[in-house]
């Protein structure tokens, strides 16, 4: 159990854990429970004699409970309830084993469930807000498609297939698995609230119909992304003014696009280039060699997995790149100085922040010098 000296509220505590070649690892998660108590809940142990859990409390500091302390009982009735009492979070999605039968027409339809997940900021300040998993630094929450759901041969555990999930400090998914919602134990009173630290994910589960494998690159862990970044950050190259250089403005748009997919400059001609952002994730602005997209695109994809990613600006190592920005973050911009190359042609760019490339290009043609 765990007890919210804040908020008078509690929580059933469930653990997940590894223990292979990898190494240990353990991985936890809540399921909030109905009822409050009248003070700062702090203190709860179940009596050796009559079984119930008795809690006390008190108040004075950061609580927005009612009174300044409190000492309660929570009776079991006898009565049925419904709750997740496990769980195991798998490359293509979690399984959740109930206290109670489920039903089957009910917790096997995706349509009554939903997903979202978020992450927090490590850093030496007191608390975090909440940050997309997928765009690192920008405030807000990343739903998750659920592909498929499936009550399991118990009757008890339910998988909810979600193709997309990665480590994240908090997985929240929202569940109904029975037609009788009276004795579920959330404190929406229906349905069943859990949320998720994931830590690890084991192999894909298999023991569903219709099961189809995919290749899959899983996401490095947000906490080594957040000690990796408050190291030094590469520093761009083509910061520096060249002198008599053209400007030229490229924006993002909506739906992972540049407003500009195409510009025309001389071959070594000098150019300011000024990346402005008004979109609603970070974007950068890399240009390579005539030919490469792909091979540079793949490479960005990739960066998912290297903690260095941020701190290296999501840009690969590759000596296909030409020129690049940083990651501007929306509502900024940055301004390079690069050479037009010397060889005439066309020479993609694109952002190569992971899974952007491949809508989110374009294409610099260089003429003759003279032209």
Same mark, same amino acid.
């Given at each position: 159990?765990?007890?919210?000296?804040?908020?008078?509220? /509690? &929580?059933?505590?469930?653990?997940?854990?590894?223990?292979?070649?990898?190494?240990?690892? =353990?991985?936890?998660?809540?399921?909030?429970?109905?009822?409050?108590?009248?003070?700062? $809940?702090?203190?709860?142990?179940?009596?050796?004699?009559? #079984?119930? =859990? *008795?809690?006390?409390?008190?108040? #004075?500091?950061?609580?927005?409970?009612?009174?300044?302390?409190? &000492?309660?009982?929570?009776? *079991? !009735?006898?009565?049925?309830?419904?709750?997740?009492?496990?769980?195991?979070?798998?490359?293509?999605?979690?399984?959740?084993?109930?206290?109670?039968?489920?039903?089957?027409?009910?917790?096997?339809?995706?349509?009554?469930?939903?997903?979202?997940?978020?992450?927090?900021?490590?850093?030496?300040?007191?608390?975090?807000?909440?940050?997309?998993?997928?765009?690192?630094?920008?405030?807000?929450?990343?739903? =998750?498609?659920?592909?498929?759901?499936?009550?399991?041969?118990?009757?008890?555990?339910?998988?909810?297939?979600?193709?997309?999930?990665?480590?994240?400090?908090?997985?929240?998914?929202?569940?109904?698995?029975?037609?009788?919602?009276?004795?579920?134990?959330?404190?929406?009173?229906?349905?069943?609230?859990?949320?998720?630290?994931?830590?690890?994910?084991?192999?894909?589960?298999?023991? &569903?119909?219709?099961?189809?494998?995919?290749?899959?690159?899983?996401?490095?862990?947000?906490?080594?992304?957040? =000690?990796?970044?408050?190291?030094?950050?590469?520093?761009?190259?083509?910061?520096?003014?060249?002198?008599?250089?053209?400007?030229?403005?490229?924006?993002?748009?909506?739906?992972?696009?540049?407003?500009?997919?195409?510009?025309?400059?001389?071959?070594?001609?000098?150019?300011?280039?000024?990346?402005?952002?008004?979109?609603?994730?970070?974007?950068? /602005?890399?240009?390579?060699?005539?030919?490469?997209?792909?091979?540079? #695109?793949?490479?960005?994809?990739?960066?998912?997995?290297?903690?260095? $990613?941020?701190?290296?600006?999501?840009?690969?190592?590759?000596?296909?790149?030409?020129?690049?920005?940083?990651?501007?973050?929306? #509502?900024?911009?940055?301004?390079? *100085?690069?050479?037009?190359? $010397?060889?005439?042609?066309?020479?993609?760019?694109?952002? !190569? &922040?992971?899974?952007?490339?491949?809508?989110?290009?374009?294409?610099?043609?260089?003429?003759?010098?003279?032209?």
């Amino acid at each position: 159990m765990h007890f919210s000296f804040g908020a008078g509220a /509690w &929580f059933a505590v469930l653990g997940d854990e590894f223990d292979d070649e990898v190494g240990d690892q =353990l991985q936890g998660a809540v399921v909030p429970l109905a009822g409050d108590f009248l003070s700062g $809940a702090h203190r709860g142990r179940f009596h050796p004699l009559d #079984g119930q =859990l *008795y809690v006390s409390g008190m108040s #004075g500091w950061g609580s927005y409970t009612r009174d300044d302390g409190c &000492f309660q009982r929570v009776r *079991y !009735t006898g009565d049925a309830i419904q709750v997740p009492v496990g769980f195991h979070t798998h490359e293509n999605g979690i399984r959740i084993t109930f206290a109670a039968p489920l039903d089957a027409s009910i917790a096997g339809d995706r349509t009554r469930h939903f997903a979202q997940c978020w992450n927090y900021r490590y850093s030496g300040g007191y608390g975090s807000p909440e940050y997309s998993s997928t765009h690192r630094g920008t405030p807000g929450h990343d739903p =998750l498609r659920i592909q498929s759901a499936h009550v399991l041969d118990d009757g008890h555990s339910l998988f909810l297939e979600i193709p997309d999930l990665q480590p994240v400090n908090q997985l929240h998914l929202r569940m109904h698995v029975n037609k009788e919602e009276s004795f579920s134990c959330n404190p929406a009173g229906s349905g069943h609230d859990m949320f998720v630290t994931v830590h690890r994910l084991d192999i894909p589960f298999t023991e &569903f119909a219709g099961y189809q494998p995919r290749e899959k690159q899983i996401a490095v862990h947000p906490l080594l992304v957040d =000690l990796a970044s408050m190291a030094d950050r590469t520093p761009n190259p083509w910061h520096r003014k060249i002198a008599g250089s053209r400007e030229i403005q490229i924006e993002t748009g909506s739906n992972l696009s540049y407003t500009t997919g195409q510009f025309t400059v001389r071959a070594n001609e000098a150019v300011a280039l000024t990346l402005s952002n008004p979109d609603v994730v970070p974007h950068n /602005w890399v240009l390579v060699q005539r030919g490469a997209l792909q091979h540079v #695109g793949e490479l960005g994809n990739q960066m998912i997995a290297n903690p260095q $990613a941020f701190a290296q600006q999501y840009i690969p190592d590759s000596d296909q790149v030409l020129a690049h920005t940083d990651i501007v973050a929306p #509502g900024q911009e940055q301004t390079i *100085y690069f050479v037009a190359p $010397a060889t005439p042609g066309r020479y993609p760019f694109l952002c !190569t &922040f992971p899974g952007h490339w491949m809508v989110m290009n374009g294409v610099m043609v260089v003429t003759e010098e003279g032209s």
